[in-house]
């Protein structure tokens, strides 16, 4: 089993949608979580973190933390063009002691 | 402004070529970082380090070096560059939280060097 899961996609949304991308972990000690983004050719930018069991907002995007299950989510509103790339999850595994990356989910958006 | 720098951008090198990716910093992170990543594919860690005079290899085993001089430079190098070792690669750096807010091990990309190796 790996440690952070993702389905590899591709995800296909209609324009003006919402887009809802999942990810479970494996380490129950796990504390903080994070989504990036990475375009083609391009590197990973960070887009949202969250370290609390709940939802955390930042314009069109909302993190959905939920520790007892083991699951992080990332809701984008209003879908874009312009958000069509592959979406990382990333988990800081306690017992690690690092960062682990998802393989990630590529969205695609269709106008 | 604080970022994370990677030269070159691109490179196209023969085979049995000694090549040395360069990455620098000026975010004042302890922690950096070297992935490759093929298109399309997932992040492999190949090399990272805490700190000044630390190295560590990743999960991914790599024929690639490299060293950390001082905090702000974690050049990889590759002695005898090989088709195989055509890929992207990618330098991060993290911090350990702090009065950025963000939690520790936040990590914050370069743009990548694509490599070509003919």
């Known amino acids: 089993q790996k440690e952070v899961e993702q389905n590899s996609g591709p995800l296909s949304v209609p324009e003006g949608a919402i887009a809802s991308l999942n990810c479970t972990y494996s380490d129950r000690g796990s504390q903080s979580f994070f989504w990036y983004r990475q375009y083609s050719g391009k590197s990973p930018e960070l887009i949202m973190s969250?370290?609390?069991?709940g939802d955390k907002e930042d314009g069109r995007f909302t993190a959905q933390l939920n520790k007892a299950s083991q699951y992080v989510s990332l809701l984008i509103r209003d879908s874009q063009p312009s958000d069509s790339a592959t979406y990382l999850c990333?988990?800081?595994?306690?017992?690690?002691?690092?960062?682990?990356f998802g393989s990630g989910t590529r969205l695609s958006i269709r106008p | 402004e604080a970022d994370i720098y990677q030269t070159p951008r691109y490179l196209v090198i023969g085979t049995g070529k000694k090549i040395t990716l360069e990455c620098s910093q000026t975010?004042?992170?302890?922690?950096m970082y070297w992935y490759q990543q093929d298109p399309g594919m997932e992040l492999h860690l190949i090399h990272y380090?805490?700190?000044?005079?630390?190295?560590e290899k990743g999960d991914l085993s790599s024929e690639s070096t490299v060293s950390r001089i001082r905090t702000e430079h974690f050049p990889l190098t590759l002695e005898s560059a090989r088709p195989s070792h055509t890929s992207q690669y990618l330098c991060?750096?993290?911090?350990?939280?702090?009065?950025?807010?963000?939690?520790?091990?936040?990590?914050?990309f370069g743009p990548g060097t694509r490599l070509t190796v003919l």
């Open positions: 990333a988990v800081i595994s306690r017992s690690a002691s690092k960062i682990i």
């Open positions: 975010m004042g992170h302890d922690k």
């Open positions: 991060a750096s993290s911090d350990l939280g702090g009065t950025s807010g963000r939690a520790a091990d936040t990590q914050y």
């Open positions: 969250i370290y609390s069991n």
């Open positions: 380090s805490y700190g000044v005079n630390s190295t």
